[in-house]
């Protein structure tokens, strides 16, 4: 099993930015795909964002519109989601999930089901 610990939440003005981590330790990470959700009181849980493996391949959801950045280091056994150009709709709670695949793969998916481990989550407000 792997377990994910996210950091990095907090209190931001509209138009700001944060830089969110995902720390795992366990399982070899590079064995997961990467996935970023986030959940909106009183709303679904909704992807954010992916990454694969090897970080060579990557996907948003359309209300990203080019405002976030996935990336991830191996060798640090961390994930990232630099978060910028945010908006009061953002407000939600970040969740950071690993998907254990087969290598020979690159695909990202973006249901919350096919994911195996999830941390507890870091809250974004975004407020004036």
């Known amino acids: 099993q792997v377990r994910l610990a996210e950091f990095g939440g907090g209190l931001v003005q509209p138009g700001g930015s944060l830089s969110l981590s995902c720390v795992a330790s366990g399982d070899t990470f590079s064995d997961f795909a990467v996935g970023w959700f986030r959940q909106a009181p009183g709303k679904e849980i909704e992807f954010v964002g992916g990454i694969s493996w090897n970080g060579e391949a990557s996907s948003y959801a359309a209300f990203v519109e080019g405002r976030f950045a996935i990336s991830r280091e191996n060798t640090k056994n961390t994930a990232y989601l630099q978060i910028n150009s945010l908006k009061p709709e953002d407000t939600a709670v970040y969740f950071c999930?690993?998907?254990?695949?087969?290598?020979?793969?690159?695909?990202?998916?973006?249901?919350?089901?096919?994911?195996?481990?999830w941390g507890q989550g870091t809250q974004v407000i975004v407020s004036s």
């Open positions: 999930a690993a998907d254990r695949i087969n290598r020979a793969y690159t695909v990202v998916v973006t249901s919350p089901a096919e994911y195996d481990y």
